[in-house]
């Protein structure tokens, strides 16, 4: 048979059950306390690192805006050259040409800044102006690029300044044989005189050595550059140049605007800082896998791990000792009550502590004394019970000596023709008969029956034209077995309280029993003078109570109620019903059993 976890544990021995608790709550405790401290940990790493990580986005920054600002001071300086204003309003096609000493200066410009590799100038006012520190490459006509780069729109845009990344494969391109990475600020030309966008300057970077300035060396740490319409400028791995930022996998939630970078995180696999630059409107982001910054508490796991092995071991020595102190005398205990058990009332255990087992021994050694002279009491007793049982053996002779009299006199009265004085004493003595019932307690409701039916035979000749009364009862309920004298002292009741107190001749009692599902009805009820109000109320409190303090004369409700809640417990009740001048009705409810 299959023990439930309960039983099992109600089973086990107590060094295992002490085990079974002190062990688990010492590991429990060790754990919480690990599980708590890598949290702080954790979080101590986390905050150190966002600090760093924030510190390393501003570094980055100041890094960018520094080549920012320096291209974009070359294109101011070469916006306000007077050879390069002259060149905005000449006219092509009437025969104007590009002066040798304007690409001299701006070769010795690009060479003091190793930073920037392409430099180009487009206008419908001259012909191409390029330079190219590698020489690799060279940039496409004035007329591809117009048609390219829709031209017309650069020079309108209200920003004169505009910063793209150039992709090979993935975005358009304006160089030929070149297949680098490049960042480009692109900025409108205009004449000082009308101030009319009259051409642009497109100066360019190499990705890798625009990656340079920000880079930090260490491997898990990654930073993205984004541009201010969310294209990613430059990143550390060099994966995601050109692509949208919503590309990037650091996200749990979309990117709404690029102020909500930060928000939009995936906080559980990342840590992240989010820098904004003013000069430029790019935005820096620098995150870190959450998993490779806490390797380094992996000791702290691996430590709680060891302890709290080391606990198991150390927990279950000490509580196997401990519990061996303690079962020890209870143990002692335990073989005298073996042999308390077999008959040995001399048992006493001596033992040397004076705490709680201590007491307990003194109590057994008391008790077992005391048992003792129980023992010695009860068979004195039992003696005289027996002594007892004797005479009440003795005493019974006279109530069965009493009704086989009364159907002796029975007998004699009907012999003489005198029927009616015979039918009495008949029901008398079965009345007594019934009474008796050889001793037994629980009598069938048939037989509970003929003993109401001989006392209200009795009753009628004492009242042949006052009272009437009929009996009803259920064919299932014959041999539905009670506690005798529960109907009879009801009406008894009935005559005395009720019909005998009315002055005319239409008393009437009618006892029914019946069925009503699982439960059997017995009703008494008369048509006689019916309770008073006040004493009804204390008769349904007695009846419901039981309170002593009311019984006055009802002594028999008391007792009935009593015997069947004895009996039944709660499944049975009593209760009254009575309207003054109209009668009375007692009702008991009892559970249906079958024999």
């Known amino acids: 048979m299959i023990r439930s976890p309960r039983q099992m544990y109600l089973n086990m021995p107590v060094r295992s059950k002490i085990n079974l608790w002190f062990v688990p709550l010492i590991v429990f405790t060790i754990a919480v306390t690990g599980y708590y401290s890598y949290r702080i940990a954790a979080s101590d790493i986390v905050v150190k690192m966002k600090n760093e990580q924030t510190s390393t986005a501003k570094q980055a920054i100041d890094h960018l805006n520094y080549i920012a600002q320096d291209a974009i001071d070359i294109s101011n300086y070469l916006f306000l050259t007077p050879e390069i204003q002259a060149l905005l309003t000449q006219d092509v096609e009437s025969g104007g040409y590009v002066k040798k000493d304007i690409i001299d200066s701006i070769s010795r410009l690009m060479v003091t800044r190793p930073y920037f590799r392409f430099l180009t100038l487009y206008s419908p006012h001259f012909d191409l102006i390029q330079f190219n520190n590698k020489g690799l490459s060279a940039a496409i006509p004035f007329k591809d690029y117009q048609e390219k780069f829709d031209y017309d729109r650069i020079v309108k845009d209200p920003r004169i300044e505009s910063w793209n990344v150039e992709v090979p494969g993935r975005t358009k391109s304006m160089f030929y044989g070149d297949n680098m990475n490049k960042i480009l600020l692109t900025k409108v030309l205009k004449s000082d005189m009308t101030y009319n966008p009259e051409g642009i300057i497109i100066l360019g ?3 890798k050595d625009f990656r340079k300035s920000y880079a930090t060396g260490t491997n898990d740490l990654e930073i993205a550059v984004i541009g201010i319409d969310g294209t ?8 995601w140049i050109g692509y949208s930022v919503a590309d990037l996998p650091y996200f749990a939630n979309p990117v709404e605007s690029l102020d909500n970078i930060s928000g939009a995180i995936d906080s559980s696999k990342w840590v992240s800082a989010h820098i904004n630059s003013s000069l430029t409107g790019w935005h820096v982001l620098v995150v870190q896998p959450r998993s490779k910054l806490l390797n380094q508490l992996n000791r702290i796991q691996w430590l709680t791990i060891a302890i709290a092995l080391l606990t198991i071991l150390l927990g279950l020595f000490v509580s196997w000792s401990v519990a061996g102190v303690i079962l020890k005398p209870i143990k002692k205990i335990l073989i005298s009550m073996k042999k308390f058990q077999k008959g040995d009332f001399s048992q006493q ?7 709680e087992i201590g007491q307990f021994g003194v109590g057994y050694n008391t008790m077992v004394r005391r048992i003792r002279e129980l023992i010695d009491d009860v068979y004195t007793f039992e003696l005289k019970q027996k002594e007892a049982e004797i005479k009440v053996l003795q005493s019974q002779i006279n109530p069965h000596f009493l009704y086989n009299t009364l159907n002796t006199i029975a007998w004699s009265a009907q012999r ?5 004085v015979a039918e009495m004493i008949y029901s008398l003595s079965e009345i007594f008969k019934i009474s008796l019932s050889h001793g037994k307690d629980i009598i069938a409701l048939d037989q509970e029956l003929q003993l109401v039916n001989h006392y209200l035979f009795l009753q009628k000749m004492r009242y042949p034209n006052k009272l009437a009364y009929e009996l009803d009862t259920a064919p299932a309920l014959k041999e539905f077995t009670l ?11 009935a005559v005395v309280h009720g019909i005998e107190s009315i002055a005319d001749d239409t008393g009437f009692i009618h006892v029914q029993a019946y069925l009503n599902g699982e439960q059997v009805i017995i009703e008494v009820t008369d048509n006689g003078a019916g309770i008073p109000p006040l004493q009804l ?19 028999a409700l008391l007792n009935i109620r009593n015997r069947i809640r004895l009996h039944y417990g709660d499944q049975a009740s009593m209760s009254i019903e009575s309207v003054v001048d109209s009668g009375t009705r007692v009702i008991l409810i ?6």
Do not use: C, W, Y
């Open 483 to 493: 506690p005798k004298l529960l109907i009879q002292p009801l009406v008894e009741n």
């Open 232 to 239: 990613i400028l430059s990143d550390s791995t060099g994966k």
């Open 537 to 555: 109320a204390k008769l349904k409190d007695l009846v419901q109570e039981g309170n002593d303090s009311l019984m006055g004369d009802n002594f």
């Open 205 to 207: 970077m190499d990705e």
């Open 416 to 420: 003489n023709g005198d029927q009616a």
């Open 590 to 595: 009892l559970p249906f059993t079958k024999r």
């Open 349 to 355: 255990v001596q033992l040397t502590t004076h705490d």
